[in-house]
């Protein structure tokens, strides 16, 4: 069960990076998107539609998450506000694929987050 749970976990954080990396593009959200051709291009164009896609499958991955959690008996009672906190690992994941692939430049506050982060889900999980 616990790697199950790890798995959702990962997949969500992966799919809601990649949807944010994708929505990030600066072509793709330049522009007047209040101008109804702008935002037709925009709701045409793959990587929007493959953003979309990914965003409908970290919603799915939460339920899922959140699903396993409800199956042991300890977490059951709290398990929606337990996904939440341990979904908020895919802020690092944003974070790390923003460096990558937006060469947005990661700050000292944006690492001291992370470990803010990581603690507060260790804290809850245990």
């Known amino acids: 069960m616990p ?32 101008k109804s051709s702008t935002l037709l291009n ?5 990587k929007f ?5 990914l965003a409908i499958i970290a919603r799915i991955s939460f339920l899922l998450v959140n699903n396993n959690l409800l199956k042991i008996p300890k977490l059951a009672a709290i398990s929606t506000t337990l996904t939440t906190f341990i979904t908020l690992l895919s802020l690092m994941f944003i974070v790390i694929m923003n ?8 700050n000292i506050q944006q690492g001291i987050g992370a470990v803010i982060i990581l603690i507060g889900v260790a804290i809850m999980i245990k």
Do not use: K
Request: aromatic letters at 18%; one cysteine or more; a neutral charge.
């Open 99 to 106: 460096y990558f692939f937006l060469n947005e430049r990661l």
């Open 42 to 46: 925009l709701l045409l164009n793959w």
């Open 3 to 34: 790697l199950l749970i790890i798995f959702w976990i990962l997949i969500y954080c992966f799919s809601s990076a990649f949807s944010i990396v994708l929505l990030g593009d600066r072509s793709l959200i330049s522009g007047n998107l209040l």
């Open 49 to 53: 539609i493959l953003a979309m896609s």
